[in-house]
């Protein structure tokens, strides 16, 4: 993953984005007096707006950056979990999917292969499918950034809805699996008469969640989301063989020959490099 982080960090969209917001970021090395990196700016500001939260005293001229950052720290993060297209990458792979299978390849195909054993279980008496059966809930105590996977693997084209923000303390996402009335006793996976309807919690104190599952093109002006399109989902993004494995892999050699050929220079390749005005 972090041989794809260091292409993401060299990609001309991110450069740009960077560079945007240079003399921002410039102005954080300024005032603190300290020669910053990107990732030590981002635990500066995470630090400095979780205070601000709390009442707490910070400098004073943090806050009139809080904006500008957060902008650049929500394009940066589309970036890195794969939500933004690289168009005029030369790469000989596909970032954006490589991204994606890394960051919710895994998560998606777990929460879709429980969703199909389900609905199997549903109509079997085995042994294996008693507890599924009976089973009502099942749930993830996750962070912000694996609701962002778990959007990203669901078919989202973003995190953003109502508030360009990170997903919030005590938000959350629901799916809930449904049946149709008009299943006929056919095949449930081939004719689609389960779905899945999907919700979202914006914070803790939300009583009624926001039906999200329009948002995705393919579940448009229906029931919800088609289960095979949930299938379709888990198997364009499911670690091949699996994760461990594909961790293992280097990334194809024509990319390594590209960061040997840079490693040349004195600057740490996995750090975003910053020009103090």
């Known amino acids: 993953m972090d041989a794809l982080w260091r292409l993401v960090d060299k990609s001309p969209e991110i450069q740009k984005l960077m560079n945007e917001s240079n003399l921002m970021l410039s102005e954080v090395s300024n005032k603190t007096k300290v020669n910053l990196n ?15 939260v709390f009442d707490l005293p910070v400098p004073t001229w943090m806050p009139p950056l809080y904006s500008e950052w ?3 720290f929500l394009e940066y993060t589309s970036a890195l979990w794969g939500f933004m297209p690289f168009e005029n990458s030369s790469l000989p792979i596909n970032l954006q999917h490589e991204l994606s299978v890394f960051s919710s390849g895994t998560l998606i195909s777990e929460i879709v292969d429980r969703l199909i054993l389900k609905i199997k279980c549903q109509k079997t008496s085995t042994k294996e499918c ?4 009976a089973q ?10 694996t609701e962002l996977s778990l959007l990203l693997g669901l078919g989202f084209k973003t995190f953003i809805f109502d508030k360009r923000s990170m997903p ?5 996402i ?5 049946e149709s009335k008009d299943r006929n006793n056919i095949s449930v996976i081939q004719v689609d008469s389960n779905y899945v309807k999907i919700y979202y919690f914006e914070n803790y ?12 093109p393919e579940c448009q002006g229906q029931k919800g989301c088609p289960i095979s399109y949930l299938i379709k989902r888990a198997d364009l993004l499911r670690p091949k063989p699996d994760l461990k494995t594909l961790c293992q892999k280097p990334l194809i050699s024509k990319i390594e020959l590209m960061e040997s050929s840079e490693g040349n220079d004195n600057e740490d390749e996995s750090e975003i490099q910053l020009i103090d005005n």
Request: aromatic share 14%; no cysteine.
């Open 38 to 52: 990107f990732y030590e700016i981002v635990e500066v500001f995470e630090a400095a707006i979780l205070e601000s």
């Open 205 to 216: 104190s939300v009583e009624n969640p926001k039906y999200i599952g329009d948002l995705i």
């Open 130 to 133: 008693e507890t599924i059966k």
């Open 168 to 172: 919030s303390v005590g938000s959350s």
């Open 174 to 178: 629901v799916l809930e699996l449904w």
């Open 136 to 145: 009502k809930f099942y749930g993830y105590s996750t962070h912000d950034m």
């Open 70 to 72: 957060e902008e650049l």
